[in-house]
Nanobody, 126 residues
Framework: QVQLVESGGGLVQHGGSLRLSCAAS????????MGWFRQAPGKEREFVAA????????YYVDSVKGRFTISRDNAKNRVYLEMNSLNPEDTAVYYCAADGSVDTAQTLRIKSPEYWGQGTQVTVSS
């Protein structure tokens, strides 16, 4: 069982930055690919980024590539999402997710996470 708790969301101006953090419980954090999803009002939840179990590989969707950076600290059971050059289209609830499947460990394309956080709101004003 893994419990995920996000923090770091808030209101930021267009062009600004935020750093989201996700704290995970449990002793098996390093066995999970970790990722971030987001859900904007009236839209489906979308996959944003993922990081491999050891932290050496990352994956980003095109809309955030070059602006967002995912990282993890397995000693602290934490995963982070550094978001720069934010624009109003990034406004959403951001969710931390954990996926322990072998397939995801290879592809980093998280499709069905086993665990979700409760989400943290990010609002970018224009």
């Amino acid at each position: 069982q893994v419990q995920l708790v996000e923090s770091g969301g808030g209101l930021v101006q267009h062009g600004g930055s935020l750093r989201l953090s996700c704290a995970a419980s449990g002793r098996t954090f390093s066995s999970y690919v970790m990722g971030w999803f987001r859900q904007a009002p009236g839209k489906e939840r979308e996959f944003v980024a993922a990081i491999s179990r050891g932290g050496l590989r990352t994956y980003y969707v095109d809309s955030v590539k070059g602006r967002f950076t995912i990282s993890r600290d397995n000693a602290k059971n934490r995963v982070y999402l550094e978001m720069n050059s934010l624009n109003p289209e990034d406004t959403a609830v951001y969710y931390c997710a954990a996926d322990g499947s072998v397939d995801t460990a290879q592809t980093l394309r998280i499709k069905s996470p086993e665990y979700w956080g409760q989400g943290t709101q990010v609002t970018v004003s224009s």
